[in-house]
């Protein structure tokens, strides 16, 4: 269950090596823990990539183009 929530918590990019040192911390297998923690929610991809390219832009201080589909031609 550790994995589970680790995979669905919102601390994307540091999900598994919290997951990791939470599974020594409470001595369970870690790789049953690891493994869970690769769930992800489907549905939500396309929102995360979408926020996190908006982020991007705002932290790297550049104009954003308008929609995604310049990013894949």
Known sequence: MLGVFM????????????????????????????????????????VILYLSYITGGFVMGKELMHGMLHLIS
Request: hydrophobic share 65%.
């Open 7 to 46: 995979g669905i918590f919102p601390i994307w990019g540091y999900q598994m090596i919290t997951a990791i040192v939470l599974a020594h911390v409470f001595k369970l297998n870690k790789f049953i823990v690891i493994v869970a923690a690769n769930i992800s929610i489907v549905p939500m991809i396309p």
